[in-house]
């Protein structure tokens, strides 16, 4: 199968204090066709002068104000020429550097998407596990099983289509939805991806979290499964905040 390229994007917001490792994690990979895009929102911290530290190593960076993470990531798809897209949060790395080249070389030629697992960082939350162990499969009707840090995406899934910008944290969650309603191609890689922290938003349990995965279940669910998922998730919220 031929080599592929694959466009590392990472999203970046004031993360002067982890964006070091990101980068390098990305420009250390052994895999060589990758490019690595680099979207910023006006950072008011250090991280433009890492940015510009480094810029040597990126194919393209862009520095401006923008509506939040999923707005970044979509210029980010605008910008990308790789045959396969794979989002790095600026508070993530990847698990070592040979992920890119072991992805790619289990890569089976039907497939769409491939993912992986992730590990949990700095975990504050005791239900947090700190493996996340990915899935691609009914119980996304349920939760969201798959971490956007564990997945490639193959860029003819973005022909038509972009991260809903109008979603705060689980955009991500609303395309994989999507993507398993469509039945794409996908294929699970045993291995470790990324480490993540899991101190982020997504890991804050507040109400409008959930708020919007049943926005989410609404729009992607059929009528039965959303009704179910209605006390599902209040009970899910409650669960966490009380433990």
Request: charged residues 25%.
């Amino acid at each position: 199968m031929a080599l592929a390229l694959v466009s590392i994007i990472i999203p970046v917001y004031n993360a002067e204090r982890t964006l070091q490792r990101a980068l390098l994690s990305a420009i250390h990979q052994t895999y060589p066709f990758k490019e690595i895009i680099v979207i910023d929102g006006a950072s008011t911290d250090g991280s433009l002068d890492i940015i510009r530290e480094l810029g040597n190593n990126l194919a393209f960076t862009l520095s401006e104000k923008d509506s939040g993470v999923y707005s970044a990531i979509n210029k980010g798809i605008d910008h990308a020429k790789g045959d396969w897209i794979y989002i790095l949060g600026a508070d993530d790395a990847f698990e070592n550097d040979d992920v890119l080249q072991k992805v790619m070389n289990a890569r089976l030629p039907e497939s769409k998407l491939l993912y992986g697992d992730v590990k949990n960082e700095m975990v504050s939350h005791r239900l947090v596990p700190s493996l996340h162990k990915s899935s691609f499969g009914s119980e996304l009707k349920w939760k969201n099983t798959l971490h956007q840090q564990g997945a490639f995406y193959h860029r003819s899934l973005f022909k038509q289509f972009r991260f809903d910008e109008q979603l705060i944290v689980l955009a991500d969650y609303d395309f994989h939805l999507k993507l398993w309603k469509e039945n794409i191609p996908a294929q699970r890689i045993d291995t470790i991806i990324a480490k993540c922290e899991a101190s982020g938003l997504s890991k804050q349990f507040i109400w409008s979290l959930y708020k919007e995965e049943l926005l989410i279940k609404k729009r992607r669910l059929s009528t039965l499964p959303y009704l179910i998922n209605l006390p599902l998730v209040v009970l899910k919220y409650w669960r966490k905040k009380l433990f």
